[in-house]
């Protein structure tokens, strides 16, 4: 993303550029006069400077710039007495025509769409009246070519908007979707809490009411009910520790298959080679753990499309890889404490983590001799 959008800057900004260059050296030909090359210079730099500073806000997204319609107005009315003022002094002021386009560009870039259309053939008209259509005997260098000219400008810097504009939504449904799964994930372990606790909760409030009253009118019914209640407390427990640890040592085939939607859930294609049931019960819990660190990892830590896992058992020594492409180098996972803490738990068994952090892809991969 950080790439893409400093491509797409230089790119729109670069139209600019060649702006202000090509009038610049226009004007070098002295042509305007004393007193009309300076003022010709102003428009240039107010122009250039508006168009950087609009299409640098059309980077949030196409149509979120704001109605500024009189500071539109005033910038375009610039342009077109730059390009009268030109007109005035050559036959077909074809470089000038440039300015007005600028200013139709960055425009449309900001309003919403149902505008745009008309704000370029508009803008466009207006640009050729006042580059002396009327009085040229040209018509082709008046007319058809300004028209070109302009169209040409305004559809390039757009063009590059508008594939900023279609990265940033996607990304944005990316973000939207990996949030969404994370939710789901963790609404599917509060509905099983619920489940568990709910009933148990319930019965001990019920007697523990229940007791209460019995207190100095039945005490030997009191003492059973709040036996009970103590049961039931103890086996409440017993049940929310059986919820969390099946939670935390799910089989790796449990574990693959919740990383596969969550992954692909966020929009990235994930694959599985090798059989989960191969790994020795034992080393299931550790290399689901593995797994769900892993995924983790590639939702926190990279902009990745793909994600391959390999699972494989040779000779006795089990091996877990999850390998991701976009990798963001100035987010690293390699150094988190969820990795150190799995390295300790391999380390335990006589296995061990290795992390392999490339330019293009970064690899996690467990292994343990059974």
Aim: a neutral charge; aromatic letters at 6%.
């Amino acid at each position: 993303m950080r790439s893409l959008r400093r491509w797409t800057w230089w790119s729109v900004t670069g139209a600019g550029a060649m702006v202000a260059v090509v009038t610049t050296l226009d004007l070098s030909t002295g042509r305007y006069g004393p007193l009309g090359t300076p003022l010709l210079a102003v428009a240039v730099v107010l122009v250039s400077v508006q168009h950087a500073r609009y299409l640098w806000q059309a980077m949030g997204g196409l149509g979120r710039g704001g109605l500024r319609t009189a500071e539109h107005l005033a910038t375009f009315a610039v342009a077109l007495a730059a390009l009268a003022f030109a007109g005035h002094h050559t036959p077909v002021p074809m470089a000038w025509y440039l300015l007005p386009a600028a200013v139709i560009a960055h425009v449309v870039a900001n309003r919403p769409p149902g505008s745009r259309l008309v704000v370029v053939v508009g803008g466009t008209a207006v640009a050729v009246l006042a580059g002396g259509v009327l009085r040229s005997p040209d018509l082709v260098g008046s007319l058809v070519m300004p028209v070109v000219l302009v169209a040409m400008f305004v559809v390039a810097d757009l063009a590059q908007l508008w594939f900023w504009d279609a990265v940033l939504k996607l990304d944005r449904g990316r973000q939207t979707s990996e949030a969404l799964a994370v939710a789901e994930e963790r609404l599917r372990f509060a509905a099983d809490l619920h489940d568990v606790q709910g009933h148990h909760l319930q019965a001990i409030a019920l007697k523990g009411e229940l007791t209460a009253r019995l207190i100095g009118r039945d005490d030997d019914a009191a003492r059973r009910h709040a036996e009970e209640v103590a049961e039931l407390a103890r086996t409440a427990l017993k049940e929310t520790r059986d919820v969390v640890l099946g939670y935390r040592r799910a089989s790796l085939g449990t574990e693959i298959t919740n990383a596969v939607g969550l992954l692909r859930a966020a929009g990235i294609e994930t694959s599985v080679s090798g059989d989960a049931a191969d790994v020795p019960p034992p080393l299931q819990p550790l290399f689901g753990a593995l797994v769900r660190e892993g995924t983790t990892n590639v939702l926190r830590h990279s902009r990745a499309r793909r994600c391959d896992v390999d699972i494989r058992v040779v000779d006795g020594r089990v091996s877990v890889r999850l390998r991701n492409d976009g990798v963001r180098p100035d987010d690293e996972a390699g150094d988190g404490s969820g990795l150190a803490g799995l390295r300790e738990r391999f380390a335990t068994v006589g296995g061990r983590v290795e992390v392999d952090a490339g330019a293009a892809d970064f690899a996690l991969e467990g292994s343990v001799r059974s």
